[in-house]
């Protein structure tokens, strides 16, 4: 966040910020901030969990 970019919690703080984007059905919104949380915190938990989600959204879209 803003105020505290180099806060451990803010690679997760992201990741949430990408899933309520899903939620609100915005799929490229959400998939561009994944690729933040993965460029930001290459090394981070949810950097990796931001990867499957993005994985997860095209492979949702292939389906359809």
Not at 12 to 39: N, P, T
Request: proline letters at 3%.
């Amino acid at each position: 966040n803003a105020t505290y970019p180099d806060s451990r919690m803010a690679s997760e703080m992201l990741y949430h910020v990408g899933l309520c984007h899903l939620e609100l059905k915005q799929e490229k919104e959400a998939v561009d901030v994944f690729k933040r949380v993965i460029a930001a915190f290459p090394d981070d938990k949810w950097g990796e969990y931001a990867e499957e989600k993005i994985g997860q959204i095209k492979g949702a879209k292939t389906l359809k």
